[in-house]
C-alpha cells in the first residue's frame, strides 16, 4: 500500500484545510487509517485516526473538536478537515496505515507512510 498526502498550505488562524490521503496499490477498506504531524524539532504527533468501518474518529488533545477526520472507501482516501487552525497546528502531516488494524497513537505502530504535505498557520 502506498499514500500520497495533498491540500497542505499556508492559512491564516482561524482559517480552514482539508487534507487528503490516497492510497494505492490495494484497497485499503480493511485498514485503520490516521494522521500524525511532526513539527520542527519535535516528535512526530497523533492527529487523528478512524477504523475500517468508519463509525468513530480519534483524535489528539490539541485536535479535539477542530478536525475532523473521514475516509471514502470506495475512493480510496481518507481526508482530515482542519479547522479553527492555529500557529501550533504548524507542521508536516502524515497519513499512515495501522499494523494491526486498530488505532494507535505510537507513530511506531504504523507503516506506508507517505511523504507529508506541509501546513503552515500563520498568526
Known amino acids: 500500500l502506498a499514500v500520497v498526502e495533498s491540500g497542505g498550505g499556508l492559512v491564516q488562524a482561524g482559517g480552514s484545510l482539508r487534507l487528503s490521503c490516497a492510497a494505492s496499490?490495494?484497497?485499503?477498506?480493511?485498514?485503520?487509517m490516521a494522521w500524525f504531524r511532526q513539527a520542527p524539532g519535535k516528535e512526530r504527533e497523533f492527529v487523528a485516526g478512524i477504523n475500517w468501518s468508519m463509525g468513530y474518529g480519534y483524535y489528539g488533545d490539541s485536535v479535539q473538536g477542530r478536525f475532523t477526520i473521514s475516509r471514502d472507501n470506495a475512493k480510496n482516501t481518507v481526508y482530515l478537515q482542519m479547522n479553527s487552525l492555529k500557529p501550533e497546528d504548524t507542521g508536516v502531516y502524515y497519513c499512515a496505515r495501522s499494523r494491526s488494524k486498530l488505532i494507535n497513537r505510537s507513530w511506531q505502530s504504523y507503516d506506508s507512510w507517505g511523504q507529508g504535505t506541509q501546513v503552515t498557520v500563520s498568526s
Open positions: 496499490g490495494r484497497s485499503f477498506s480493511g485498514d485503520a
